[in-house]
């Protein structure tokens, strides 16, 4: 690896950047990054000074995570983000995280404010300012997912403000993060695959295609598969019944004016790392059966990406 990065630009006459460095050996970037940062690698090159950032440790996660980042409208506000930190312009990058804030904070920083001893996000962001390589290595990180992302920014149309982008990618804790039940005092709630945001009167399903009985217990084995790139067949937790209130709400959420939105992923681990959840927008309830657990079939308003059908449809 120190070897291929001394010889990329001699040998391509590309610019040694993380993008065309991955793009032209085909690396996955995520067993790239969890070995090393990216100025970490090219300093076991020699061609860097080796990072002494004070929370590189911490932020090396961050790094992963920015690899898996693929709304357009995201990427460029990050990236803006970013660079304001770079240049040590904290309130700016606060001014232009907005809304979002807390969400940003999340991509940024991954848990609770008291985990790391930060008062409010002022304090996050300029902790940050501290990190310069990470800063660095991550602009060039969401400029190559930029480059590559299929995601078109399309924004769901729903009863309520939502940044999210159909189809780009999301962890469980991005998804608590954007609804404002991760916060700075709380990370919220963990390990379940239905989320209630009753203010906003809205079910998010979190969906793992192909289940392993290492990774889930045998109450959590779902059948979960996608019938068409619009229909997707559903199970409830084993614990909701039909007649429960949250069977109900889901069965009748169009006449008790309830959202659903659907996040997916094939599997839940891959290279040793968490698999983010695509974002396939809002669902309408189809038909049902059973008692406990409910099987659902739901119609997604915005067909799934191709390839996502292709590899968890189930077989003739």
């Known amino acids: 690896m120190p070897e291929r990065l001394q010889t990329f630009t001699?040998?391509?006459?590309?610019?040694?950047?993380?993008?065309?460095?991955?793009?032209?050996?085909e690396y996955e970037p995520e067993r790239l990054l969890v070995s090393d940062t990216?100025?970490?690698?090219?300093?076991?090159a020699q061609l860097e000074p080796a990072p002494s950032d004070p929370d590189l440790a911490?932020?090396?996660?961050?790094?992963?995570?920015?690899?898996?980042?693929?709304?357009?409208?995201?990427?460029?506000?990050?990236?803006?983000?970013?660079?304001?930190?770079?240049?040590?312009?904290?309130?700016g990058a606060l001014d232009q995280a907005g809304e979002q804030a807390n969400a940003i904070y999340y991509r940024l920083w991954g848990d609770k404010a008291d985990r790391f001893g930060f008062a409010d996000l002022a304090d996050a962001f300029h902790r940050l300012t501290q990190n310069p390589s990470i800063l660095r290595d991550m602009d060039e990180i969401l400029a190559w997912a930029r480059d590559i992302s299929p995601v078109a920014g399309i924004m769901p149309d729903l009863p309520f403000l939502c940044?999210?982008?159909v189809h780009a990618q999301f962890s469980a804790t991005d998804i608590l993060a954007a609804f404002d039940r991760a916060t700075l005092a709380s990370a919220g709630q963990r390990g379940t695959g239905v989320l209630h945001f009753q203010?906003?009167?809205?079910?998010?399903?979190?969906?793992?295609?192909?289940?392993?009985?290492?990774e889930f217990s045998p109450t959590t084995m779902y059948a979960d598969y996608p019938i068409s790139r619009s229909l997707l067949h559903w199970e409830s937790q084993s614990n909701t019944a039909l007649d429960s209130p949250t069977g109900q709400n889901?069965?009748?959420?169009?006449?008790?004016?309830?959202?659903?939105?659907?996040?997916?992923?094939?599997?839940?681990?891959?290279?040793?790392?968490?698999?983010?959840?695509?974002f396939l927008g809002p669902a309408t309830h189809i038909s049902h059966q059973k008692e406990r657990p409910i099987q659902m079939v739901w119609q997604l308003s915005c067909p799934m990406p191709v390839e996502m059908f292709e590899e968890n449809k189930r077989g003739e």
């Open 38 to 44: 990216w100025t970490g690698w090219k300093a076991k």
């Open 199 to 214: 203010d906003i009167k809205t079910y998010a399903l979190l969906i793992t295609f192909q289940k392993t009985e290492k």
């Open 163 to 165: 940044s999210l982008e």
């Open 58 to 91: 911490w932020l090396k996660r961050t790094l992963v995570k920015a690899a898996s980042v693929s709304g357009p409208e995201e990427i460029e506000r990050l990236r803006g983000i970013i660079g304001r930190l770079a240049s040590r312009d904290v309130s």
């Open 250 to 278: 889901l069965v009748h959420h169009q006449s008790r004016e309830y959202t659903i939105l659907v996040f997916a992923r094939p599997r839940k681990k891959h290279n040793n790392c968490t698999v983010p959840f695509v």
């Open 10 to 25: 001699s040998e391509t006459g590309q610019a040694l950047t993380f993008g065309n460095f991955v793009q032209h050996h």
